[in-house]
């Protein structure tokens, strides 16, 4: 069982100090400051290097490469699904052949469980008339 716990609660810290107009002063003479040289990604790097004929060819032959990929995981899916979908079948066919079988069992069964409750009453019946014979032939003591 899992302990409900309150929330924590955070508050952030009041500035008692105020700031000074020098600070402040400071402050904004960084942020006006150039900065200084910033790095450069991949893309700003291949667009200067790479004209806009090539940059376009490299990306149709990309896209050719990713759809390729596509195609080839939709063709694994498709045949994932083929192979479990025969898999399944056979395991049904098996499934039915069982139950037919149990089924079979089942009826052998109840036909021996009928023909033993009539043996069974047959019997009954027949110790009955025994008993009776035997009472009317024995005298009672």
């Known amino acids: ?37 910033r790095p450069t990604s991949s893309s700003e790097t291949n667009r200067s290097v790479y004209s806009s004929e090539e940059r376009r060819r490299r990306r149709m032959i990309s896209n050719r490469e990713s759809a390729r990929r596509s195609r080839w995981r939709k063709k694994k899916h498709q045949e994932d699904l083929a192979s479990e979908s ?27 469980s ?16 025994l008993h009776e014979i035997l009472a009317t032939t024995m005298p009672l003591q």
Do not use: F
């Open 86 to 112: 025969s898999r399944l079948k056979l395991t049904n066919r098996e499934l039915e052949n069982q139950l037919s079988t149990l089924t079979q069992h089942c009826h052998w069964l109840q036909r021996d």
């Open 1 to 37: 069982m899992m302990a409900t716990q309150n929330p924590v609660l955070y508050q952030l810290p009041v500035l008692e100090e105020t700031i000074s107009p020098s600070e402040i002063h400071q402050l904004l003479s960084l942020l006006d400051s150039k900065p200084t040289t």
């Open 114 to 129: 009928n023909q033993l409750l009539s043996e069974s009453i047959y019997l009954q019946h027949r110790l009955a008339g």
